[in-house]
Structure formats: C-alpha cells, structure tokens
C-alpha cells in the first residue's frame, strides 16, 4: 500500500449500535412474559390462539437464551469500541490543542 492511510471510525454510530443491541437483548429477555401478556389478552375466547402463542414463547426458551446473551456481548463490545474510540479521539484532540502529545492507551 502506498499513500497516507487513514482509520475512520464513527464512534457515536458505534455507540448507538451498542444501545440497539441492548433493546433487542432486552426483548429477547422479556419475551416468554410478554407471550404470557399477549395470551391473557388473547383471553378464553380464542384458546387455540392463547395456547400457539404460549407454546411459540415456550418451545425456543433455550436458543432464545443462547441468542439473548449472544447479543448482549456484542452489544457491551459495540458500546465499549464506541467509547473507546470517543476517549481517544479526545486524547488526540486534547494533545492538539495543548500542542503535546496525548497519552496513548
């Protein structure tokens, strides 16, 4: 390679991407709950509703749960490069502005 080479990183998209994750980690959490929930309000008038919506919550309980904390590390992983990224930006940012050279690591 040839030429100035650059990183660029979008460290608040980063972030937000971390944040999502967090929300989906979360449904996937409540989601046995909130079937329950549903087939309340579903209510007796529709038990053959009440009960594929209690048996479809039920019967993925534990690949939900793999997923669930699947998510949840990439999630803490985005949220942590974003950070990461955004400390350091300052650093840098900082060093310029002092006219040193900002602490690495």
Known sequence: MSGPQQLIIDADAMTATGSA??????????????AHTLAG?????QPKLTKAVTDFATAWDDR????QKAIEAISDGATAIG???????????????????????
Request: charged share 15%; glycine share 10%; aromatic share 4%.
């Open 83 to 105: 950070k990461g990224f955004q400390t350091a930006d300052q650093q840098l940012a900082d060093g310029l502005e002092q006219g040193t050279e900002a602490p690495v690591g």
């Open 64 to 67: 939900r749960k793999q997923l």
């Open 41 to 45: 309000h579903i209510g007796p008038c």
């Open 21 to 34: 994750l967090a929300a989906v980690s979360q449904a996937f959490n409540t989601a046995n709950t909130d």
